[in-house]
């Protein structure tokens, strides 16, 4: 069998809409972008949520610690599209484990103790109930808690985000990302 070199790209295409995660653990809040999130239920009284975080990330090890993540839709509304990038460079240009990237993101405490991010569109409020470990990731499975729509609109896309990024912020992204990639290749013995 050969591997079609498109397969990534026909993959992401299933993964349009970026989301922000937050967790706290043991005091240590923290937050991260994600392309993984996902509905988990058809159960309308008994929503679930998964998301798949990277072992690399600092948030990975919280979410594990805590059983406890957040995910926040961002807002693709022009008035609100400052506040969705502001949102996106935050917690996607560098590691928690480099500083506090939440302290500059409008926050209150969610009913699990993770923070909410107030200028998103909406969030999920998720406990863990089931992990899967997936060698550079795992997949977190979570009973929805708590949530809310902080406002009307259309969701962020991830093509509509990335066309409004200064291109030093990508540059900067692409260089933070490199020892990330190379953790998930070796988790995977590539």
């Not at 839709?73 to 506040?83: F, I, Q």
């Not at 996607?92 to 302290?103: E, V, Y």
């Not at 089931?130 to 609109?153: H, I, M, P, W, Y």
């Not at 990335?162 to 912020?169: A, F, R, V």
Request: with cysteine.
């Amino acid at each position: 069998m050969t591997l079609d070199p498109n397969a990534a790209a026909f993959l992401s295409a299933l993964r349009p809409f970026p989301v922000a995660v937050t967790t706290v653990h043991d005091g240590h809040a923290n937050g991260l972008m994600s392309l993984s999130a996902g509905s988990a239920s058809i159960v309308p009284e008994a929503p679930r949520a998964t998301i798949s975080i990277t072992k690399y990330n600092f948030s990975h090890d919280l979410i594990a610690d805590s059983g406890l993540f957040t995910i926040h839709l961002l807002s693709g509304e022009a008035e609100d599209l400052d506040a969705s990038l502001e949102i996106l460079k935050a917690l996607g240009g560098s590691s928690g484990r480099d500083g506090n990237k939440l302290a500059q993101l409008e926050s209150r405490t969610g009913v699990t103790g993770a923070p909410i991010l107030t200028r998103a569109l909406a969030y999920v409020e998720c406990r863990v109930v089931r992990s899967l470990d997936c060698d550079e990731n795992t997949l977190f499975l979570g009973d929805v808690v708590g949530a809310e729509q902080l406002r009307k609109g259309q969701r962020l896309d991830i093509g509509q985000a990335w066309s409004k990024l200064p291109p030093k912020w990508i540059e900067q992204y692409d260089k933070n990302h490199e020892p990330q990639l190379a953790d998930a290749r070796k988790c995977r013995g590539l």
